[in-house]
């Protein structure tokens, strides 16, 4: 047993240690010894083996079992969850003391999903704002307050039945949400706020929660002792890069000028599966972001590109490429040569083919290339749009889909035209993008009905759905409109 418990220590073994334990006689005291012991990984496999039987289990579990450096959320969901504790919650008499603990158990269990699927978790909320007018004063019981009322906005119907067990209605969901709504919107929040982006204590990914749920997009320099923690962590990633680029990017792009590692950029193209990725590579992960960032934004940073061109990274590589291509109008005579060059050394098939077709719009490659005026046909999408055919744009090879790679997106709304004139189809419908670039036709053999529908006055369009510009494939749906 000393051996195991040794062993067990280390997190990376805990599990071998509790599987090798099944047949102690005192196992259960020999799993809370690891639980109290370990972290990480190890203390959640121990969380989730314990059996708070005793007293003093449940009080460590309650008061320390949610305290975990990884995954939180997920240690905070067992203590919450655990059957051996539906007595103790429900006898539980707060304190101001308690009262934190308990903010701190209901906001990570309840950051990624509903608190309405937890055991007696209606009788346990009214408990705990019963009490929050006097004790809510910290960043983690404002983050608890924000996440119990989130989960009333959005109450589990998939499951109603196990919530009206777990004590609730409709009726109480709606009293709650009111409740924390009167108390989170109160103004001395937002000193606590600042203190907590200050001095963090709390997870990155419960703070952006926080901060997405009150509406709120501090300047970048306030988000700076985040990052401190982990300079290329993800969550922050995806609340600078993706959730609010129009805000960040400026910022996010001298920071990463800034912390980039040099070997991220260095002239040295690897072909680096997704198998292979490690934690060394999340600074080639935020560049990726940043890239698509700059994208959507419409930036551009030529200087920038031509570097990514020859990274190590190959969606890094890639995205660059797309940012050129989307920017074709202002490249530089700088441009040229470094394609030349990034398609010399470039390693992956894929992304060589596409340098490839790059330099050959350059070189004018006689593909068709074709604009229209589709300000008539432009129809913005309603909920009660009919679908009609799923199919695949035909004749998309022989137009230079060069022109619109690193601008379409899955998802986005297409033009039908009927091109009446058509002397090889009477039937013809164009499909173009709505900036009026000619992708190509409804095939034949399926326009036949949407032909008939369009003569007939309904309005329809077409949805794109999976595509390979490569490929020249692009699937789409087509709708009919009903405003």
């Given amino acids: 047993a000393r051996v195991l418990r040794t062993l067990g220590l280390h997190s990376s073994l805990t599990l071998y240690a509790i599987e090798a334990s099944r047949n102690f006689r005192k196992r259960n005291q020999f799993v809370y010894d690891l639980a109290k012991n370990t972290c990480g990984y190890g203390k959640l496999i121990s969380l989730h083996d314990l059996q708070p039987i005793r007293q003093e289990q449940k009080e460590w579990l309650f008061n320390f079992g949610a305290v975990n450096a990884a995954a939180t959320n997920l240690s905070a969901m067992i203590c919450l969850q655990k059957a051996d504790m539906a007595a103790y919650y429900r006898d539980l008499e707060l304190t101001e003391v308690s009262f934190s603990k308990l903010s701190y158990i209901l906001a990570y269990a309840g950051e990624e999903t509903h608190i309405q699927y937890f055991r007696q978790s209606g009788d346990l909320c009214e ?97 700076v002792p985040l990052l401190q923690r982990d300079p290329f962590d993800m969550d922050m990633l995806k609340h600078l890069l993706i959730d609010n680029s129009e805000t960040y990017l400026d910022a996010a792009a001298e920071y990463l000028e800034l912390l980039l590692p040099k070997e991220v950029l260095e002239e040295n193209p690897q072909n680096i599966p997704e198998d292979k990725l490690t934690p060394l590579h999340k600074p080639d992960i935020w560049l990726v972001y940043l890239l698509k960032a700059m994208r959507k934004e419409k930036r551009y940073e030529e200087s920038l590109f031509i570097k990514c061109l020859t990274g190590r990274f190959p969606d890094v590589r890639t995205e660059a490429a797309r940012c050129l291509r989307a920017a074709y109008a202002q490249w530089s005579i700088n441009v040229l040569p470094a394609l030349k060059y990034a398609c010399a050394i470039e390693p992956v098939k894929a992304i060589e083919d596409r340098l490839e077709r790059m330099l050959d719009r350059a070189r004018d490659n006689g593909m068709e290339k074709r604009y229209l005026d589709v300000s008539q046909f432009l129809i913005t999408p309603s909920k009660s749009d009919v679908p009609i055919l799923n199919t695949q744009i035909a004749g998309a090879f022989h137009r230079d889909l060069t022109e619109v790679d690193g601008v379409l997106a899955r998802g986005d709304t297409l033009c039908l035209i009927r091109e009446t004139e058509n002397r090889y189809d009477r039937l013809a419908i164009l499909v173009t993008t709505t900036a009026g670039y000619v992708l190509g036709y409804v095939p034949r053999i399926e326009n036949s009905i949407p032909a008939a529908l369009m003569d007939g006055g309904e309005k329809l369009y077409a949805v794109l759905g999976n595509f390979d510009i490569e490929q020249s494939a692009l699937e789409i749906q087509i709708r009919v409109h009903k405003p």
């Fill in 127 to 223: 408990k705990y704002l019963a009490s929050a007018g006097s004790w809510a004063r910290s960043f983690i019981d404002l983050a608890a307050l924000i996440v119990i009322g989130r989960s009333m906005s959005s109450p589990p119907r998939d499951e109603e039945g196990n919530a009206r067990k777990n004590g609730w209605n409709r009726k109480r969901e709606k009293y709650i949400r009111n409740l924390c709504r009167r108390i989170t919107q109160q103004p001395r929040w937002e000193h606590i706020i600042s203190i907590e982006l200050a001095e963090p204590r709390q997870t990155t990914c419960l703070t952006i929660l926080i901060l997405k749920e009150l509406g709120l997009t501090p300047v970048f320099r306030e988000l």
